[in-house]
């Protein structure tokens, strides 16, 4: 499997303490990755180290197939990123800190900044001092600035953090598009459970510094259980119902008054029927699916425990 990034038990330590411990991590060429974790799970340090920000106390990273050292000043030409909050020289305009980005990169393709402002929506702002931008307008200058120098891999930390729901799909189709247009590789961290799902193809799970597990997108879809989701007034005589006079075993009492029903030989209709005769008051009820959300408590669950 061709890895265009890939760490080998890293680990990163800060006063004592394990901020990241033997973390492998694999990103292949041409997918976006999610790299999905609560605050402070580590997503942030794995990221400054991935861009030569931080030295590793353990392990190593491989990017492009060479291991990453201080002197790998080649290998991140080939990297575009943002950590954290973009930061940019206020006084100056957004398309003169795209152009000085430009020149420190030393790449001079005609019509790249006026390309990425456009792609980013920007153009109307293009002559404004940053200092006058909004925190969504820095967020996308960021982005922009990241993107400026058609990188080979696109590192993005948190990229719609002061977003909009507008800012946040303008975003999310930028990203597909880099993607599957481009052929950008791009690792993105969140915590928000439903950027990651609506446009990753593999999704990394870290919790307390430790990665839990990489599965596909595809894989969880089809290990994914669907479920009737049924909230009762009164659980007991529900459960009596499903089990005594429907004969169902597969059903699980998530909380009281609400009970999930994986058993699929029953229509709901009947269901419906066998609850209102037995004088079940029903306040909700509906066929779901288990979401990336259920897979991620799922796996930070075990670690709690």
């Known amino acids: 499997m061709p890895y ?3 760490t080998n038990h890293l680990t990163k330590t800060i006063g004592g303490k394990d901020l990241v411990n033997d973390v492998n991590l694999h990103v292949k060429k041409g997918e976006i990755y999610g790299f999905l974790g609560p605050n402070g799970a580590g997503k942030t340090t794995i ?12 392990g190593n990273i491989e990017i492009f197939g060479e291991k990453l050292t201080p002197q790998s ?6 990297i575009g990123s943002i ?20 020149e420190y990169m030393g790449y001079y393709n005609h019509g790249s900044v006026e390309n990425a402002l456009d792609l980013l929506n920007l153009t109307d702002a293009v002559n404004k001092p940053v200092k006058n931008y909004s925190l969504g307008m820095k967020e996308r200058l960021g982005i922009a600035r990241a993107i400026l120098c058609k990188p080979e891999l696109l590192i993005l930390d948190e990229p719609t953090n002061g977003l909009d729901p507008a800012g946040m799909k303008q975003i999310r189709d930028l990203l597909k598009t880099l993607c599957t247009e481009y052929g950008i590789t791009i ?12 446009i990753a193809d593999t999704v990394g799970v870290i919790h307390h510094g430790k990665m839990m597990n990489e599965i596909s997108m595809n894989e969880i879809e089809e290990m994914s259980l669907a479920y009737v989701e049924l909230s009762v007034v009164n659980t007991k005589t529900a459960a009596y119902v499903l089990s005594e006079k429907l004969g ?8 009281d008054g609400e009970i999930r029903i994986y058993d699929n030989r029953v ?9 209102a005769l037995n004088d079940v008051e029903v306040i909700a009820f509906g066929k779901k699916a288990e979401t990336l959300e259920d897979y991620f408590l799922k796996m930070t669950a075990e670690v709690n425990r």
């Open 187 to 198: 690792m993105i961290s969140s915590h928000i459970l439903s950027e990651i799902e609506s």
């Open 83 to 102: 950590i954290e909050f973009p930061t940019f020289y206020d006084h100056m305009t957004g398309d003169e800190n795209l152009r000085l980005h430009c």
């Open 267 to 275: 229509s709901t209709q009947k269901l419906s029927k066998a609850l």
């Open 4 to 6: 265009i990034l890939q």
């Open 47 to 58: 990221m400054k180290m991935i861009t030569n920000l931080w030295k590793p106390s353990g």
């Open 73 to 78: 000043y080649e290998v991140l030409k080939r």
């Open 248 to 255: 169902l075993t597969n059903f699980k009492i998530v909380a």
